[in-house]
Structures are given as C-alpha cells and as structure tokens.
T-cell receptor, first 114, second 114 residues
C-alpha cells in the first residue's frame, strides 16, 4: 500500500491561502490521491481527488507533481471554519474486487488564525 | 439531501451486550463501508459491501457482523460487546467500486463499552 507523509500541524492566517503538502513517493501509476478533512466530532469530509493532472473544485485545488510523488492541497482563502485535520490518502485496491479502501494516516492539523 | 445518516449518535453498552448500528444513504450509491476511528490510529475498515447482496471483510472484522439490508441500508452488529470495541464508528458510501469514486461519510456513532 502506498503510504503518505504529511506535516503534523500548520498555521494559516484567515483570508490567506493554505498550502498543505503531502508526500506519496511509493504511489503506483493507477492510484488516485484523495484529500479529506475532519472537523472535530464530525465525519471525514471529501474535498478533492486526482490522478495526474491538477484539479480544482469549489472547495480547493489539488496540485500533483509530474512524477506523482507529492501533491499540495490549496485552500485559496482560508476561513476559521477550515480549521480541521486534513488527510492525504492514496486509495488502494481491496481484496479480489476493485473496491478501494482509504488508508487514513495521521493527517495535518490546520489551524486558521484570525 | 441528508447524504449518509447514522443512528444512534451516542451509545453506552455493558460488556457482553449486543447492539446494531444503523446506516442509510440517500445518494443511490452501490458501495457502502464501515470504519472505526481510535485515537492515534486513524480510520480502519471493518467491513464493506461492494454492491447490494455482497459483503466482505476489511482490516479489523473480528467481533462484528454486517448486513446489507437493501441498497440504501448497511448495518453493523456487535454480538457481544467488549471494551476494545469502544470507538467512533463511521459509515461511508460511494457510487461504485472504482478508485475514481470518492467515499462520503456520515457523522459517526460514538460507542462506549463499560
């Protein structure tokens, strides 16, 4: 299984962009990178995912390096409500089927400050 | 749009008691999952159901059983609760089995076994 490495914590000023890095140097060619976040006492919330190309949605942007060994999640204008634990996940196959399981690591605790 | 709904939100059991955790999704998803989250250990997959009528073991299935009641509902049963099963349980669903299909989570059931 591909493993991910993230810094344990980061701070960001409210209104500024938050850039959260992730290393996944053992990722396989057909494995997707997913980002989730978990706000205290809530369930994990899906943010974005990608394979090779950069992706953008209403919540965030995902930048994946050309060699796919690392990625960065960008929250363009962080708010206090973005304070959460952010998980970078490589989705892998499970069993003989094609259902992927999510391997959650320790994540990055992002603290957005006023 | 409720997404994934879990009941109950909180429960306290005595060792040896049985209980069923309920999960329902309204997104017409084919695949459903049960995870547990323990401090310092991230989320671990207990069981999953790739499609209606099928269930398979995940990483930590011992002590649990599941039922895919229909396409919407996926329940997790503890036949004889043990203190080691004290955890937060999350149900998730995804449109299909592919690695390009994100899982969406409920807000969890907080279970304490005394």
């Amino acid at each position: 299984d591909a493993k991910t490495t993230q810094p344990p914590s980061m701070d960001c000023a409210e209104g500024r962009a938050a850039n959260l890095p992730c290393n996944h140097s053992t990722i396989s060619g057909n494995e997707y990178v997913y980002w989730y976040r978990q706000i205290h006492s809530q369930g994990p919330q899906y943010i974005i995912h990608g394979l090779k190309n950069n992706e953008t949605n209403e919540m965030a942007s995902l930048i994946i390096t050309e060699d796919r060994k690392s990625s960065t999640l960008i929250l363009p204008h962080a708010t206090l409500r973005d304070t959460a634990v952010y998980y970078c996940i490589v989705r892998v196959l499970l069993g003989s089927g094609n259902t992927g399981k999510l391997i959650f690591g320790q994540g990055t605790t992002l603290q957005v400050k006023p | 749009n409720a997404g994934v709904t879990q009941t109950p939100k909180f429960q306290v059991l005595k060792t040896g008691q049985s209980m069923t955790l309920q999960c329902a999704q309204d997104m017409n998803h084919n695949s459903m999952y049960w995870y547990r989250q323990d401090p310092g250990m991230g989320l671990r997959l207990i069981y999953y159901s790739a499609s209606e009528g099928t269930t398979d073991k995940g990483e930590v299935p011992n002590g649990y059983n599941v039922s895919r009641l229909n396409k919407r509902e996926f329940s997790l049963r503890l036949e004889s609760a043990a203190p080691s099963q004290t955890s937060v349980y999350f149900c998730a669903s995804s449109e299909g089995q592919g690695r390009n299909q994100p899982q969406h989570f409920g807000d969890g059931t907080r279970l304490s076994i005394l």
